[in-house]
């Protein structure tokens, strides 16, 4: 199936690998040029230049699959959004829940600067790990020995980002799925711990680290939690590349950040009572096809990723025109193998995205958390992941 979709999207694949390599470009010039002049001149210019490669994104699930996302939020919380740094936690439920986050985001005026806390080998990536990894975004290895210091370290780098900052954290450490769901459970009656129902269990270590590195810039926790209407199909990333549209609920809490309890336990327990909460929220979602407790808040379809689109698509087919025009690679035998085999390339790169989107879905092994000696806290291999 992905395949298939893969096939069907080739234009599209092109746009943005081709858009793509031109941002990681000049995301490479500014890096060299700025980095370790001004950081903060190299952020301001990075926001600028990699929301021209999110934008496309943000296009693909507004104007090409017109997924309609439908926000439910309190007056402080909305008033609130993009105007200060905030750590950004969400339950993790499909391919696309990182794409929301940054529908939400582009909607308030951060986009280019909402970060995520990604596995190691997401930098890897073509294109958009390239972009991620000039962005500060934060890369572990799913080994809290090896990634605790490299958490700390890449969180207090983020003190003195010059924008209106949002991290973004999967407290769960991995996508839900009924059978990590059922080892969820299993691992929460072991312990003594209230037993998820619509969430797993939180990994609180990467949390807990996130907190007491943040607590002095940045004011506000932003709980999230993400639902599909019963009528609703599943969005996936298949779905939105093959032009389906879908309904989603984004239900916002603004935490502010002064409120938490000081000690690292205490704050663990915060956060596992919050799942509980989100637990308790996405029942009564399931009962009633609303977050009704909230305003909602429409988030509209703005026309800015429809001309960034228009404008990369009118670039590169010049481009291409006038390379095609003066290489005749068209017009021998060789130049037309060499043009398919990259339309080739073009698809197995396109596959292998959809395919990372998801990975999570095949694993199951690994998704009840381990014992910890304190307090039956489960123990975070990776404390958060995007895909």
């Keep these: 199936m992905a395949i298939a979709a893969t096939a069907a999207v080739v234009p599209l694949g092109l746009l943005f690998l081709l858009s793509g390599l031109v941002v990681n470009l000049i995301q490479a010039i500014v890096f060299l040029a700025l980095h370790w002049f001004s950081k903060n001149m190299y952020r301001s210019i990075n926001k600028v230049v990699v929301e021209l490669l999110w934008l496309e994104l943000i296009w693909l699930i507004d104007w090409w699959a017109g997924v309609k996302i439908q926000l439910y939020a309190d007056s402080e919380t909305f008033q609130s959004l993009g105007k200060e740094h905030a750590l950004v936690i969400c339950n993790h439920r499909s391919d696309i829940d990182w794409l929301v986050g940054w529908v939400l985001a582009q909607r308030s005026g951060c986009l280019g600067s909402t970060l995520a806390i990604m596995k190691k080998s997401s930098k890897f990536l073509p294109v958009i790990g390239w972009s991620m990894w000039f962005s500060d975004y934060v890369f572990l290895e799913r080994s809290w020995a090896k990634d605790e210091s490299t958490l700390k370290s890449g969180l207090q780098q983020l003190k003195n980002f010059p924008r209106s900052l949002w991290l973004a954290l999967f407290v769960e450490g991995t996508r839900f799925t009924e059978a990590k769901l059922l080892a969820a459970q299993e691992y929460a009656a072991s312990a003594k711990l209230p037993i998820p129902r619509n969430v797993l269990v939180p990994r609180t270590k990467g949390f807990v680290s996130a907190v007491s590195n943040m607590r002095s810039f940045a004011p506000a926790i932003y709980d999230v939690t993400v639902a599909v209407p019963k009528s609703q199909p599943a969005p996936t990333m298949l779905r939105i590349l ?116 998801q990975s999570e879905r095949s694993t199951s092994a690994k998704a009840a958390p381990s014992r910890s000696k304190s307090r039956g806290a489960p123990s975070d291999a990776n404390p958060a992941k995007q895909n």
């Design 242 to 357: 093959n032009g389906q549209s879908s309904v989603i609920h984004v239900h916002m809490k603004r935490h502010p950040m002064k409120e938490l309890p000081q000690t690292d336990d205490a704050v663990a327990q915060w956060c596992r009572d919050l799942f509980v909460a989100k637990d308790a929220l996405l029942d009564k979602h399931l009962a009633e096809d609303t977050f009704g407790d909230r305003e909602f808040r429409p988030t509209g379809r703005p026309k800015k990723p429809l001309l960034v689109v228009i404008s990369w698509s009118c670039l590169l087919m010049f481009s291409a025109f006038k390379f095609f025009t003066w290489s005749a690679l068209l017009s021998t035998w060789k130049g037309l193998a060499f043009s398919i085999s990259g339309l080739l390339l073009v698809m197995i790169v396109m596959h292998v995205l959809i395919l990372f989107s």
